[in-house]
């Protein structure tokens, strides 16, 4: 059965940098369009980050210049490097894959990152 699981969520000060990673198992990895989303309290989930399976990257504008996504495909991994941290960025952050263009979006469970200012 396919899944994926977040770590590397925490406390982290403003201004600051978190690496979260994504393990994926289940599924042919290589092929996954994979995503990072988050959820704030009170507020939508919001779509951040997409690496397509050719490597292609797009980003919402709120993160554009600060998070990077990559992938390692080896290690069935994707990636989340968040930079310059502000406390708006304070949210449950979501791995997710889709295999194909159109199709579904499976996220994870979720990990924390608060940012204190």
């Known amino acids: 059965q396919a899944q994926v699981v977040e770590s590397g969520g925490g406390l982290v000060q403003t201004g600051g940098s978190l690496r979260l990673s994504c393990a994926a198992s289940g599924m042919l990895f290589s092929s996954a369009a994979l995503r990072w989303s988050r959820q704030a309290p009170g507020k939508q989930r919001e779509l951040l980050a997409t690496i397509t399976s050719g490597g292609t990257t797009v980003y919402a504008d709120s993160v554009k210049g600060r998070f990077i996504i990559s992938r390692d495909n080896a290690n069935t991994t994707v990636y989340l490097q968040m930079n310059t941290l502000k406390p708006e960025d304070t949210a449950v952050y979501y791995c997710?894959?889709?295999?194909?263009?159109?199709?579904?979006?499976?996220w994870g469970q979720g990990t924390q990152v608060t940012v204190s200012s």
């Open positions: 997710g894959y889709s295999m194909g263009t159109g199709r579904t979006t499976y």
